[in-house]
């Protein structure tokens, strides 16, 4: 049996001239954590939208769970939990009411699945209390015992994070842990809080302006974020020449007229340094460093800063 429970190829969204998505093709295994990473406009929500049932595309296709036919994909996609953008609450009616109306909407047949939901997210204690009367973190809350309500499969959230403090962040990067372990539910999750994502997620996609530019595993990306080496000399681009001759699989940043950064290549410097000495490069620094995932973004997308 297939470990993998979406398969998108080719995907494409155009709204007139504009590619929203632009032939994205990605692989999603089960039990899994995946952060989707891009700036705003990249594509993140549309690709969401697709797969949830709410958007069609353009062209391309995919399969969900096994399934490629349209008709097929419908009935998968009970298995599937989607909050996209913000919770789709009823404001009047009590944390228990929203959670039970959508049991009886995508037909879970058991009646004490809500209780048991409510416990999962750590609502139980707040279900008799209106919808409008939460704070954010617990309408993010009651935004996912919606999305889990039917035991899917494959748990969608487009920016939960946005809006919380950093005691809710912690509380729901575990609570997401915790799904993913207990409920054996792949999620697929996207944030502008890239460090928070960091913690969380096991795989790592990063799309920018509708394109699929990497996929990592966690340890992958652990292995290109933990360090780069930083160059100041007296020729950048002399040494620019140098990287792209002798290294040409290695990613470089230009960051000021004397300095360059080069990623995921720690072994390099020696090498490296070989090079420029033999150009007749003066040397004022070469050193290693550590890099964050928003400046691995950073240097994946040109330095675009609208994450």
Do not use: W
Request: charged content about 25%.
């Amino acid at each position: 049996m297939s470990d993998v429970i979406l398969e998108t190829r080719n995907l494409t969204k155009k709204y007139g001239r504009f590619r929203a998505l632009d032939n994205v093709s990605v692989s999603l295994k089960k039990n899994h954590i995946y952060g989707f990473i891009g700036e705003n406009g990249a594509g993140k929500s549309t690709f969401m939208k697709i797969i949830s049932g709410l958007v069609f595309p353009t062209s391309g296709d995919y399969s969900l769970m096994g399934a490629d036919d349209p008709k097929e994909i419908d009935k998968k996609r009970k298995q599937v939990g989607t909050m996209i953008e913000e919770p789709a609450l009823y404001p009047k009616f009590t944390v228990h009411k929203n959670v039970e109306l959508q049991r009886l909407i995508v037909g879970n047949p058991d009646a004490s699945y809500t209780d048991k939901v409510l416990e999962l997210v750590g609502l139980s204690e707040v279900k008799d209390k209106k919808a409008k009367d939460l704070s954010m973190g617990m309408k993010q809350r009651l935004g996912i015992a919606i999305a889990m309500i039917g035991n899917p499969q494959l748990l969608i959230l487009d920016e939960p994070i946005n809006g919380l403090d950093p005691i809710n962040i912690v509380a729901l990067r575990n609570m997401l842990k915790k799904i993913n372990e207990e409920k054996e539910c792949t999620v697929f999750v996207s944030s502008h809080i890239l460090s928070e994502l960091y913690l969380l997620a096991t795989d790592f996609i990063f799309i920018h302006k509708g394109r699929i530019i990497e996929t990592n595993t966690h340890e992958e990306l652990e292995e290109k974020c933990s360090q780069y080496i930083l160059v100041r000399d007296s020729n950048i681009p002399e040494t620019v020449t140098i990287l792209e001759k002798h290294f040409p699989d290695t990613q470089y940043k230009v960051i000021a007229d004397d300095t360059v950064k080069v990623y995921g290549r720690a072994d390099m410097k020696a090498e490296l340094s070989k090079h420029l000495m033999e150009a007749g490069i003066v040397i004022t620094e070469l050193s290693e460093k550590v890099q964050s995932l928003e400046e691995y973004f950073m240097a994946l997308t040109g330095g675009e800063t609208n994450v």
